[in-house]
């Protein structure tokens, strides 16, 4: 499988394929290209953001994944942004979700309110 590298702007094109039980990355100019091509073949991950509803306010909040979660869980933690609604105030950092979707992912505001 092809894919590049996005751990830094140099964007190596990487060669990921399985051979029996290793997973064997070429193409990568640095060990995080390694690791990055493995875990994009084992258990891809995404940082999610988004926005949640602030109560009594049009503005939305804007929100992220502390940590990247697994690819087949984002429609579900987009889903869980969606049905929240915050109280102000908050600050950058605040837990707004914890443990999202069954991640064990916490979702936070990236913004003061
Ligand atoms: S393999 Fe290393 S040098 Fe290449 S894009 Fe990934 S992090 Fe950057």
Same mark, same amino acid.
Request: glycine share 10%; net charge positive.
């Given at each position: 499988m092809k894919m590049i590298c996005i751990? =830094?702007?140099?964007g190596c094109e990487l060669d990921v394929e399985k051979n029996g039980n290793e997973v064997v990355v070429t193409g990568?100019? =640095?060990p995080r290209g390694e690791e990055y091509g493995r875990n994009e073949l084992v258990n891809p991950t995404r940082m999610v953001t988004g926005l949640v509803k602030v109560a009594g306010m049009r503005k939305p909040l804007p929100v992220k994944t502390a940590r990247p979660v697994p690819k087949g869980a984002i429609d579900a933690v987009l889903f869980a942004m969606h049905q929240m609604t915050v109280q102000l105030p908050v600050k950058i950092?605040?837990?707004?979700?914890?443990?999202v979707a069954g991640t064990g992912v916490d979702i936070v505001a990236t913004a003061n309110m």
């Amino acid at each position: 499988m092809k894919m590049i590298c996005i751990s =830094c702007p140099r964007g190596c094109e990487l060669d990921v394929e399985k051979n029996g039980n290793e997973v064997v990355v070429t193409g990568n100019a =640095c060990p995080r290209g390694e690791e990055y091509g493995r875990n994009e073949l084992v258990n891809p991950t995404r940082m999610v953001t988004g926005l949640v509803k602030v109560a009594g306010m049009r503005k939305p909040l804007p929100v992220k994944t502390a940590r990247p979660v697994p690819k087949g869980a984002i429609d579900a933690v987009l889903f869980a942004m969606h049905q929240m609604t915050v109280q102000l105030p908050v600050k950058i950092g605040d837990v707004i979700i914890p443990g999202v979707a069954g991640t064990g992912v916490d979702i936070v505001a990236t913004a003061n309110m």
